[in-house]
């Protein structure tokens, strides 16, 4: 007995309970303790049956992966299983919550899993980059089948308990009471006198697997896989399940993993597991959380539609607000289109679609925000309404109600300020499509409360967004940092590289496409207006949408787009148009490489993340990287732009800021202090100490 593992006997049913809060991660402190039961329960006349089962709010959600990096004190997870597997009386897992990782592997150990119906089970290893390392690729094809393991494996995404049963995970759900149930089933199985298979044994469904398809399912893979190792190193691992004995697969999938969790991308995959869990915290024990029941939303064009429905898809009621009947109904019609695009792609059922819809109501009245706990401005991007909104909303939100902007960059301070209650306004950032991009960046401003800043962080968790709190600058974190990643595209061109060359860089680098690719996809008439509105101007973008090549929405912008496709054609029209702009420069074309892409592109943002950190606006190194990760496509086997630093070595980063700063003369290369002495000590400093 251990506080983290305990046992009872039940009517002859021996109940080991985990107790490791708050997930039951099967730390050393569980492991040897369970070891020890096991094996006294396996040599124990008094138990004719074991069920493993967990106290608290779920079964074990995997592996410690606070362990991963250090040495491994035994028992490993293995030997549990292993044991597991020689006992010959019936052992049955009672799964509630998750049973995610090595969790489902110690449950494949046992002869038999049983679930309550709300629970999901799954091998998410991959999303740390890694593979199951505990049997998974090997026991779970046996149970349902090689093509489905590797579904489940490659893809992470864990599965609910009746999908479980019916492809034969699972052998019972329950509705409730999953103990007793479990018990009493444990109780009939040991009297009945069949044999009891190990999962090891059950051979039978692998030798029905098509290999050929199989294979032609993981090539696939490769492609997608956009650099990552983890995905392919889990297709390899199920292959091995299928050609290979079973204990030579399982030594297999173990120098797997053992390679995996000692490389790059599953540190930097499990730096963005903790970053992202780190960054939507607030300082400050107990903050009471104010109640969010219903939201008002203001504006309900690209970005109001777009939140609306990710409230909606979170089961809270929203009001919608526009200034004419007219631009409501448009704003409507919109999102039941999205969701009737969903229905018809059958990720959404015609009965969800409707409950959706029930949840929201429009209005052109500002009195009807009344009973909103959280109203979101996305109005048009302009000092003077937003602050008409504010001022509006004041009058008629109710006390304590949360006041939030969605502006992309204009002062919050500012907007907090038109209204007599700057303690509750904050910004909500949502990135475009608002129903689907999971970053939040919540804008603290200087009056902000920290209850309402818990309360927001809270709900965004709840409705399935990544929030990471930040402070008041132009463009928050992500486009701050993203204007300076662009900072240099048109000088790249004029000095003779084309975009379809730059793109590349950004593709090869594991970014899902390049700034060019991105500007036609969002429409460079954005950046043109802002441009303008700003007094600034881009010699060659400026061009393209004066001939009205705005991207794919015109069929032509930095690329050509044949027939409604997608898919960017390089355009002799562009190029020229390039090296016209160059000679009017005097620039002669010369041969660009991806290095110097990358070093003119990735180490300003790297540069512009240091300045961040200096002047307080992110709070530690690796919100930065969970923006980055999250809004912007940064590739998550590099664990984002400040932990990727680390890893190309932060010397060098300085070393060629200081190189493009003398050659070219722009202060965008200029290394920030913080950027030096991260270069020097390994750690990244912010604003009040290091970290
Ligand atoms: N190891 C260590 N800590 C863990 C952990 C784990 N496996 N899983 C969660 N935690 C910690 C979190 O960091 C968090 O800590 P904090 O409160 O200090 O920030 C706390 O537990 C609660 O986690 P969440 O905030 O994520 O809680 P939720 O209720 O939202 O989600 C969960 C619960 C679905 C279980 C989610 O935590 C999760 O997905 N965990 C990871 C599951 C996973 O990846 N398992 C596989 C691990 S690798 C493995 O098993 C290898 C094996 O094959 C050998
Ligand atoms: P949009 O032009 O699509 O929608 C704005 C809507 O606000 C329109 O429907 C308009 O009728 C309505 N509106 C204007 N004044 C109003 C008022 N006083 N009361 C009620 N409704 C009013 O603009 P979009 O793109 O949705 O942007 C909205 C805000 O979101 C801006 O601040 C923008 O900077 C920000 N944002 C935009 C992103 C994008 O990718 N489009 C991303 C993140 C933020």
């Known amino acids: 007995m251990s506080n983290f593992v305990s046992v009872a006997n039940e009517n002859g049913v021996a109940v080991v309970t985990i107790d490791n809060p708050p997930v039951n991660a099967l730390s050393f402190n569980v492991r040897k303790p369970l070891y020890e039961a096991l094996i006294a329960l396996r040599d124990d006349p008094a138990a004719k049956a074991i069920v493993i089962a967990c106290a608290g709010r779920t079964f074990v959600a995997g592996a410690d992966i606070t362990e991963f990096g250090k040495p491994v004190e035994q028992p490993e997870l ?42 999901r089970l799954g091998l998410p290893e991959v999303k740390l980059g890694l593979l199951p390392g505990g049997g998974g690729t090997v026991r779970l094809p046996r149970l349902v089948g090689a093509k489905k393991a590797l579904d489940m494996i490659v893809s992470g995404t864990p599965i609910s308990a009746g999908e479980a049963e019916a492809v034969g995970l699972v052998d019972a759900v329950f509705d409730d009471d999953l103990l007793a149930q479990t018990v009493r089933f444990a109780s009939e199985m040991a009297d009945r006198s069949e044999p009891l298979v190990p999962v090891r044994d059950r051979n039978g469904r692998l030798a029905e697997t098509d290999l050929a398809f199989f294979d032609a399912q993981a090539a696939g893979l490769a492609k997608k896989a956009r650099g990552l190792d983890a995905p392919l190193a889990c297709a390899e691992a199920v292959r091995n399940a299928i050609t290979l004995p079973f204990d030579e697969a399982l030594a297999a999938e173990r120098q797997l993993f053992v390679k995996l969790v000692s490389g790059d991308q599953s540190r930097a995959q499990r730096h963005l597991f903790f970053a992202e869990r780190e960054a939507a915290k607030v300082p400050g024990k107990d903050l009471q959380k104010r109640r969010i029941a219903r939201v008002g939303i203001i504006g309900a064009g690209t970005m109001g539609g777009g939140i609306a429905m990710a409230f909606a898809n979170g089961g809270l009621p929203v009001t919608l607000l526009e200034t004419s009947a007219e631009a409501l109904q448009r704003g409507l019609a919109t999102i039941e289109k999205n969701y009737a695009v969903s229905v018809g792609r059958g990720s959404l059922s015609e009965e969800a679609k409707q409950q959706r819809l029930d949840l929201f109501s429009g ?112 463009g928050f974190v992500g486009n701050r940092m993203l204007a300076a990643r662009g900072a240099e595209n048109e000088f790249l061109l004029l000095e003779g590289a084309t975009p379809g060359q730059v793109d590349k860089a950004f593709t090869d680098f594991g970014w899902p496409m390049g700034p060019f690719q991105m500007g036609d996809l969002a ?45 960017p054609i390089g355009d002799p029209d562009v190029e020229a148009l390039i090296r016209a702009k160059a000679a009017e420069q005097g620039i002669t074309p010369r041969a660009i490489g991806a290095e110097e892409i990358v070093e003119r592109t990735l180490y300003p943002l790297v540069n512009e993340g240091a300045k961040i950190l200096e002047e307080g606006i992110a709070a530690r190194a690796s919100d930065i990287d969970v923006v980055w990760v999250n809004g912007y496509g940064f590739p998550v086997g590099k664990g984002g732009p400040m932990f990727w630093a680390g890893l190309e070595g932060a010397a060098e980063i300085v070393e060629r800021l200081e190189h493009w700063r003398a050659k070219t003369g722009r202060a965008i290369f200029e290394p920030a202090p913080v950027l030096r002495r991260f270069a020097q000590t390994g750690t990244w400093e912010v604003a009040g100490g290091a970290q």
Not at 94 to 117: K, M, P, Q, V, Y
Not at 535 to 540: C, E, W, Y
């Open 78 to 119: 293995r030997a549990i299983i292993a044991l597991l597997e020689t006992i010959a009386k019936p052992t049955i897992a009672a799964i509630h919550g998750t049973a995610l990782g090595g969790g489902l592997e110690l449950a494949l150990g046992c002869h038999f899993r049983n679930a309550d119906r709300g629970a």
């Open 363 to 474: 209005s052109t009245d500002y009195a009807d925000l009344g009973d909103c706990d959280l109203i979101i401005e996305a109005v048009f991007e302009d000092m003077a309404v937003k602050k008409e909104v504010f001022g509006r909303l004041d009058a008629v939100a109710k006390p304590g109600a949360i006041l939030a902007t969605n502006t992309s960059y204009l002062d919050v301070n500012a907007i907090a300020a038109s209204t007599a209650r700057p303690q509750d306004v904050l910004g909500m950032h949502f990135f475009s499509p608002a129903n689907v991009m999971k970053l939040l960046e919540i804008v603290r401003a200087e009056k902000t409360a920290p209850d309402a800043l818990a309360t927001v962080a809270d709900l965004a968790r709840r409705i399935g967004k990544v929030a990471v709190i930040v402070g008041v600058c132009h």
């Open 523 to 567: 429409g460079l008439d954005i950046g043109w207006r802002n441009r303008k509105a700003l007094g600034q101007t881009a010699a060659i973008a400026d061009t393209l949408c004066e001939q009205g090549r705005f991207g794919q929405k015109t069929g032509r912008g930095w690329y050509r787009y044949g027939g409604g496709s997608r898919e």
